[in-house]
């Protein structure tokens, strides 16, 4: 079975911090992505990843960057945390583009 | 810009009952659709991948159709049990946009 883990299931960041959140996916899937699940909005995405250090927008990547050093392994980075950002992050792995995404348990952010 | 429509957005039923979720998308140009679960706090599970050219998928008590023509999909769950409660969500993959549009989901609650 596919498993994608993230590195917290809840974290509690100050305005203005560093934040990262990590993904692991053990099952050697070319591509990653992000999203972020608000109630009304449903799950947007952040970015994604479909090569070792490559990387593409989605639809809300302001304020968030990526890195990808390791196939395995997804970081999701807010730069300087706000308010704005408190929200479930989800981190997905798919092996083809259009292929099944499995998800990881997710992350629940809240910056005060 | 594909949008993804689920109604109704909650919905209560007994247990044993055989039960149909809608999804809706406006742009028909899709790869595939998928439908995917979610328990409270949790990730997301997926649960079936119908193919543009598919009109069906089946797993266990789950049926998924597709009319990709007429932009539908339903999510068919057979003698429906208190642990199928959770939320479903559909998502398509368009290929003009690259990436998964997900609807904002169905809330099912199954009762004894």
């Known amino acids: 079975d596919v498993k994608v883990t993230q590195s917290s299931r809840y974290l509690v960041k100050r305005t203005g911090e560093k934040v990262f959140l990590e993904c692991v996916q053990d099952?050697?899937?070319?591509?990653m992505f992000w999203y972020r699940q608000d109630p009304g909005l449903g799950l947007r995405l952040i970015y994604f990843s479909y090569d070792v250090k490559m990387k593409e927008k989605g639809d809300i990547p302001e304020g968030y960057s990526v890195s990808r050093e390791k196939k395995e392994r997804f970081s999701l980075i807010l730069e300087s945390a706000s308010t704005n950002q408190t929200s479930m992050y989800l981190c997905?792995?798919?092996?083809?583009?259009?292929?099944?995404?499995?998800f990881g348990p997710g992350t629940r952010l809240t910056v005060l | 810009k594909q949008e993804v429509t689920q109604i109704p957005a909650a919905l209560s039923v007994p247990e044993g009952e055989n039960l149909v979720l809608n999804c809706s998308f406006t742009?028909?140009?899709?790869?595939?659709l998928q439908w995917f679960r979610q328990d409270p706090g949790k990730g997301l599970t997926s649960l079936l991948l119908?193919?543009?050219?598919?009109r069906e998928q089946t797993s266990g008590r789950l049926n998924a159709s597709l009319d990709k023509s007429s932009g539908r999909s339903t999510l068919c769950i057979a003698a429906s049990q208190p642990g199928d409660s959770a939320t479903y969500l559909c998502a398509v993959w368009t290929g003009t946009a690259s990436k998964l549009t997900f609807g904002t989901g169905t809330r099912l609650q199954v009762t004894l």
């Open positions: 997905a792995s798919s092996l083809g583009l259009t292929d099944t995404q499995y």
């Open positions: 099952m050697d899937h070319e591509n």
């Open positions: 742009d028909s140009a899709i790869y595939n």
């Open positions: 119908i193919q543009s050219s598919q």
